[in-house]
């Protein structure tokens, strides 16, 4: 929703949505906490293409979908496992915080991992998802003050291959070498912690100060 708001404005969003036929508002797909079905997820990104004209959305929203997350704890866990390799290393449970439906298989050496990725429970693979990972596997060097990764899908799984196979390649040596980006990374991150740190003492003052129980759980459900 972002991206096609940027790229068309709201009459973009609006067209999507009813192209798409998916049953959510633009605010509900903005909130980064919720989840959507696969097929949900192809319907929005085939309608992004037609509206766009832009064969390469998936692509684009992968790219993006890292940056979303800055200051949240999604984007702390990954930062926390202190490297880029680290981060291609643990893709097998960091893949769950953004899709449920694929198995990433890494293998990893400083600067280069080749990732395997295969649709679980028969959910099938399309070429806008495929586009997607490969923008979503160019953003762990990111995470660390470094450019995106360079990654190129060899095999396809949504063009008849058994697996897709995606090689990312970066500069270990630039993923430390900008302290500004990733101090300002950091910033991002200690903003949305003091929101959340806001949220849990105005919930602590709903509890303490209670006149109405049904509003105040009300308030407290729509704060989490």
Not at 35 to 49: C, G, K, V
Request: glycine residues 6%; contains cysteine; hydrophobic residues 40%.
């Amino acid at each position: 929703m972002r991206h096609i708001r940027k790229q068309a404005g709201d009459e973009g969003v609006q067209a999507v949505l009813t192209l798409a036929g998916v049953p959510y508002t633009a605010t509900f797909l903005d909130d980064t906490t919720n989840w959507i079905w696969q097929y949900e997820a192809i319907e929005l990104l085939s309608a992004a293409a037609d509206v766009l004209d832009d064969d390469q959305v998936g692509l684009r929203v992968g790219e993006q979908t890292v940056g979303q997350h800055a200051g949240t704890p999604v984007a702390t866990m990954l930062r926390e496992l202190g490297s880029p390799e680290a981060v291609y290393e643990q893709l097998t449970v960091a893949v769950s915080k953004f899709s449920t439906t694929t198995d990433l298989t890494p293998e990893v050496e400083p600067g280069r991992a080749v990732v395997c990725a295969r649709s679980r429970n028969g959910f099938p693979r399309h070429p806008h998802l495929c586009a997607w990972t490969r923008g979503l596997l160019s953003q762990p060097p990111a995470l660390f003050g470094a450019p995106p990764a360079d990654v190129v899908e060899s095999l396809c799984q949504a063009r008849g291959d058994d697996h897709c196979v995606y090689t990312a390649t970066w500069d270990p040596d630039q993923a430390t070498s900008d302290p500004q980006q990733l101090a300002a990374a950091l910033e991002a991150q200690l903003v949305a912690m003091r929101e959340r740190l806001d949220n849990v003492y105005a919930t602590a003052r709903d509890l303490i100060s209670i006149d109405d129980v049904d509003d105040a759980l009300a308030r407290i459900t729509e704060r989490a």
